[in-house]
Each structure stands twice: as structure tokens, then as C-alpha cells.
């Protein structure tokens, strides 16, 4: 195996432990994937560091808030001792809307900036791009009506999920990448420029 087919290897595998660490709540590991130092964080309910993103993600976790992610196809782009990896994904949360026990996927991309420190790569940013997302009821038989001003608060590729995170008393960050646009372009800018030796991986904030 080459050291790009190694690199892209442990890129890939640094990913699949992120999803499955912080779904098992196995935090010990979790924090072992971020860059000590630099790890940053941005969703739809969190802008932080990595260190800030573990806690809460683990009081949410031991009070139910039930968030899973699952993978699919990946990408890297490798660069020395820095990489940005791609890597289709959904987001999956379980909650309770007006009463109603609701479920909403939200389709996009993992955005990695990432670096080998001390030997191994790890997350230094990751942004979501959101895609697309839909709302479905649990129960087949039970009826909810959204508001419509509250749907359009949020971008479109997440929609529902902005919804139902506002419901549960999170506060959800608009302008966040989609599919299209000029902030997935700068995103992708960010990018380019963190291979070619920026001093940081874009602005986070």
C-alpha cells in the first residue's frame, strides 16, 4: 500500500470512529479523534471546541437526547502532514414535537480539516455541509401540523431537523453550508487553502 492509499486509510478510519465512539457514548475514545489542541466543532446546535463538544454531547447522551449518524462513501484529499476528507452521512434524531415522537434524517457530508499530530491524524474542524433532510412521524396514525414561519427560519438542507431542535430547546445556527450556494463555496475556499498551508482552517466562527 502506498502512503497516500495509508494516509486516505486512517482518514477513513478516523472518521467511522468518530460516529461510532460518540453514538456508543464511548467518550474516552471520542476525545482521541480530535486534534488536542485545535479541534473545533460546528453543527447545527453547537459551535466549540472539541473539548466544549465532548461534554455536552455526553449530558445530552446521559439524558437522552438521542442524535446517531450513519456513513457513507469518503473521500480524502492529502497533502503532507494536512488533509480535508469528505464523507457522505446522515444525521438521525428521535424527539418529541407538540406531543408527537418524531424522526428526522438529514442527508450531507462530513468536512474534515484534519493533521497528523504526533504521528496520527485528527480532527482539527469539522463543518457539516446539509443537503437535505425530512420529518416523519413515528406512529403512522398520529398527525402534527409545523409551523410554517418556524420551518422557513432555517436553510433548506435543514429544514426539519433545525425544527425539531428548536423544539427541544436547542439554539440552531442558520447559514450553515448546503448543497449549493456561497457558503459552501467558501467552505470549499477554506479547504483548498488549509492544504496549501493556511495558518488556520478557515473560520469556524
Known amino acids: 500500500m502506498s502512503k497516500i ?25 471520542f476525545a482521541a479523534v480530535w486534534h488536542p489542541v485545535d479541534g473545533w466543532m460546528t453543527a447545527t446546535w453547537f459551535q466549540g471546541s472539541a473539548t466544549d463538544f465532548i461534554a455536552v454531547s455526553r449530558e445530552g447522551f446521559d439524558h437522552g437526547v438521542s442524535i446517531l449518524h450513519f456513513l457513507g462513501g469518503h473521500t480524502a484529499d492529502v497533502v503532507g502532514d494536512r488533509a480535508v476528507a469528505q464523507t457522505k452521512m446522515t444525521i438521525n434524531q428521535r424527539a418529541q414535537v407538540d406531543g ?38 413515528v406512529d403512522p396514525s398520529a398527525t402534527l401540523h409545523l409551523d410554517p414561519q ?56
Open 5 to 29: 492509499e495509508t494516509d486516505r486509510h486512517e482518514l477513513r478510519a478516523l472518521v467511522e470512529n468518530w460516529a461510532l465512539w460518540r453514538d456508543a457514548g464511548d467518550w474516552e475514545r
Open 100 to 137: 408527537v415522537e418524531v424522526d428526522v434524517v438529514c442527508t450531507g457530508r462530513f468536512y474534515d480539516f484534519c493533521a497528523r499530530h504526533e504521528g496520527a491524524w485528527k480532527i482539527v474542524r469539522r463543518q457539516p455541509i446539509y443537503e437535505k433532510d425530512r420529518l416523519d412521524v
Open 150 to 205: 418556524l420551518l422557513g427560519r432555517f436553510p433548506v438542507g435543514y429544514r426539519h431537523l433545525g425544527y425539531l431542535q428548536t423544539k427541544a430547546g436547542f439554539t440552531v445556527k442558520t447559514g450553515l453550508p448546503g448543497l449549493t450556494g456561497e457558503v459552501v463555496r467558501r467552505l470549499y475556499d477554506e479547504g483548498a487553502k488549509w492544504l496549501a498551508g493556511s495558518s488556520a482552517p478557515g473560520d469556524p466562527h
